[in-house]
């Protein structure tokens, strides 16, 4: 081996730990946005678990006051905690952000478009979930309202019809390219299937779009990502 084409003063990019639960809508989010950017060697997962309400314990919520997930980790000790946040990170680590806009006109469209998913569709399923059904149990769900939960699940489903009127008219959310916006929808629909709240028939832009999205193999491998692989002997 030729130690002239070593570079010894070479360093390993820094690791980051993501702290989330595998199948969740929201950290969907991020780990599709670590797998556009191609970020997955960089990351290690921490896994807290939603169903024993471990993201309301004082452990956690010393990394994320609001107790949500998912919360980002730099090797400096710093947390990142929000999807947008999260993802606006990501995007700029390479300089050269795909998901967050390119121009000032890319990036206004594309915050506008995922914080109208986040109003329209995520959150208000979120609420759905928390007031409406049994969500985590009842030791997590210590105060509901039955229905401000169902209102909010028909605000869901406004929002669906508002997005499929969208994308009838271009092939992703903010206009001709993938985007966080296309991710935000992405995690709504995401939990609409885990609490079985179908999107309606008539919204065929949608739901074509939504199977197209499904092929992506970063919305694809979004749980087995943080699974441990075999390390090579």
Do not use: H
């Given at each position: 081996m030729n130690s002239d084409n070593i570079d010894f003063g070479a360093t390993k990019p820094a690791m980051m730990?993501?702290?989330?639960w595998p199948t969740g809508p929201y950290p969907a989010r991020v780990r599709i946005a670590l797998a556009e950017k191609k970020l997955q060697s960089r990351v290690r997962f921490g896994t807290v678990d939603l169903w024993k309400g471990e993201h309301?314990?004082?452990?956690?919520l010393a990394k994320n006051y609001s107790g949500t997930l998912p919360v980002l980790e730099l090797d400096d000790g710093?947390?990142?905690?929000?999807c947008t946040a999260i993802t606006e990170y990501l995007d700029a680590l390479d300089g050269a952000p795909t998901?967050?806009?390119?121009?000032?006109?890319?990036?206004?469209l594309i915050h506008m478009m995922s914080k109208r998913a986040e109003l329209e569709l995520l959150d208000a399923i979120s609420v759905y979930f928390h007031h409406a059904t049994p969500?985590?149990?009842?030791d997590v769900e210590i105060y509901q309202n039955a229905e401000w939960g169902f209102r909010q699940r028909d605000k869901a489903l406004r929002g669906m019809h508002y997005f499929d009127a969208i994308l009838k008219r271009q092939p992703f959310v903010a206009g001709e390219v993938f985007s966080m916006a296309d991710i935000t929808v992405i995690g709504g629909l995401i939990f609409a299937g885990l609490v079985k709240l179908p999107v309606p028939a008539e919204c065929g832009a949608l739901q074509a779009w939504y199977a197209r999205m499904q092929e992506r193999p970063s919305v694809k491998n979004r749980v087995t990502m943080s699974e441990p692989t075999e390390t090579p002997v």
């Open positions: 730990t993501i702290y989330d309301k314990k004082p452990e956690f710093t947390f990142i905690a929000e998901l967050t806009g390119r121009t000032p006109r890319e990036k206004g969500g985590l149990g009842p």
